[in-house]
């Protein structure tokens, strides 16, 4: 069968970005940046992104358009005869559909919140009302599993429709929605009144702060957040490369997208911390800021009911281009491995997915008695550290290592001859030592962390 490509470099660019740009950089950057300081974490943040981030993207896509499959069969094509590193595409692959486990959850309450916003449901009601409504909301399992499974159905309706007319086309619309919608918010909460503390806070640099939170969590936190943003070393962001002619070197389109998804996330920020300091709510609110702390804002915002319909439009617009992409990835699976068709693989993955995603919507209700990481734990917690704090780290391991040993991996002459192919920014040799010894260990350091840090 032959392989189906983009209709145009924006497409690739655009959907690559779409799988980058989600809930975690959206979500989790701005309150990340409000606990570690400000400006100073960024510029951390931004040199991490550059020296870690973008080799480890740039290898994914190499991987990929060498071997015009998905990470089921990616790297069997590519390995020397009698190795093993496609056993490691049976786990990458376990970890698109885990992602997406928790993440159609995350995605329905994105959904289920722009509903609320448009209805007014907020309308009066004081701070701790407000924080109730997510409560009540994670307690029904009627609510949850209902928008669980409507973007489960959306998604797998615009993979259906073809990589060109179906995932390009409607990846498109939204990616250049969402750059519209949060450019019209940024614009509103850096003109709040009492906003200009707010936009000091996280554009000036104060090196302070960073010393009061800990120096070493800092860096490890930016490290972290670098890393993760561009949901690699799972192969979800191999299969673009499959998709994608040789006529552009590979390095420069890893800035374009690393550079999209982090003005997205940086523009998230501008949003949502001048916003809390408007309003006297704490920036560094953790995990609850988006669903317990904003609905208070939008609350006491001169038209806040349509300003915040607009935010959690814009958050939909940023976790349905994840969710296509991560299953564009997963319908691969059964196309590449079974020979399905992609009708076919969209209906099946279809109901396994819905199936596969219940534990996380009941997780919160009916099975809250799970408690993985002992009391106020519960199934998300442990997917989320399955695929972040192991299959993502240990994964870009693999394809370091796959890409820089000649004897027993792919080896390094084969992945510049393909990486740098084509016009455009090419993979400097000279990094060659730097790939090779120096970046599997800071990924084995911060994997090691991740796993330390939840356990005591």
């Not at 290898?59 to 069997?76: C, D, L, N, W, Y």
């Not at 928790?102 to 309308?123: C, E, P, V």
């Not at 607009?310 to 196309?335: C, D, K, P, R, W």
């Amino acid at each position: 069968m032959e392989r189906e490509r983009f209709g145009s470099r924006l497409g690739f660019i655009l959907i690559s970005a779409g799988c980058a740009i989600g809930l975690g950089n959206v979500w989790r950057f701005p309150y990340i940046v409000g606990q570690y300081g400000g400006a100073a974490f960024i510029l951390i943040y931004l040199l991490f992104l550059v020296i870690f981030g973008l080799p480890i993207m740039t290898m994914e896509f190499t991987v990929g358009r060498a071997s015009r499959k998905s990470i089921v069969g990616s790297f069997a094509a590519l390995e020397p005869k009698g190795t093993k590193w496609h056993w490691f595409s049976w786990v990458g692959g376990a970890g698109n559909y885990l992602l997406m486990m928790f993440y159609t959850s995350i995605t329905g309450w994105m959904f289920y919140y722009f509903i609320k916003f448009l209805r007014n449901d907020f309308a009066g009601q004081d701070t701790a009302q407000v924080s109730q409504q997510f409560v009540d909301m994670t307690l029904d399992p009627v609510i949850v599993i209902g928008f669980m499974l409507l973007s489960v159905v959306l998604g797998m309706l615009i993979c259906s429709m073809g990589l060109k007319n179906g995932v390009e086309k409607v990846t498109k619309v939204l990616m250049l929605a969402l750059l519209a919608i949060i450019s019209i918010l940024a614009v509103r909460a850096v003109t709040l009144p009492g906003a200009a503390e707010g936009l000091k806070y996280y554009l000036v640099p104060d090196f302070g702060k960073m010393v009061e939170a800990g120096v070493g969590e800092v860096i490890f936190a930016a490290m972290g957040q670098a890393f993760f943003t561009l949901s690699i070393g799972m192969g979800s962001m191999a299969i673009f490369g499959t998709y994608i002619s040789r006529d552009r070197s590979l390095l420069g389109e890893s800035i374009v997208i690393a550079s999209l998804d982090t003005f997205v996330a940086f523009t998230a920020g501008l949003i949502i911390i001048p916003s809390c300091f408007a309003f006297g709510i704490d920036p560094g609110a953790g995990p609850g800021l988006v669903f317990q702390t904003l609905p208070n804002v939008f609350n006491v915002m001169p038209g806040g009911r349509w300003w915040g319909a607009l935010f959690f439009l814009f958050m939909i617009f940023a976790a349905v281009s994840t969710v296509v992409a991560v299953f564009e990835n997963i319908i691969a699976f059964g196309m590449d491995a079974a020979g399905w068709s992609r009708k076919k693989s969209c209906a099946i993955n279809l109901i396994l997915i819905a199936v596969l995603s219940l534990p996380c919507a009941l997780g919160f209700n009916l099975w809250a008695g799970f408690t993985p990481f002992g009391p106020g734990t519960n199934v998300l917690d442990l997917e989320d550290f399955i695929i972040s704090n192991n299959i993502l780290p240990l994964g870009s391991l693999v394809y370091v290592l796959f890409c820089t040993s000649e004897k027993f991996g792919w080896g390094w002459k084969n992945f510049l001859e393909e990486a740098n192919a084509g016009n455009g920014l090419k993979f400097p040799r000279w990094l060659y030592a730097y790939v090779k010894y120096v970046m599997p260990i800071i990924l084995l350091i911060l994997w090691g962390q991740g796993v330390i840090t939840k356990f005591i």
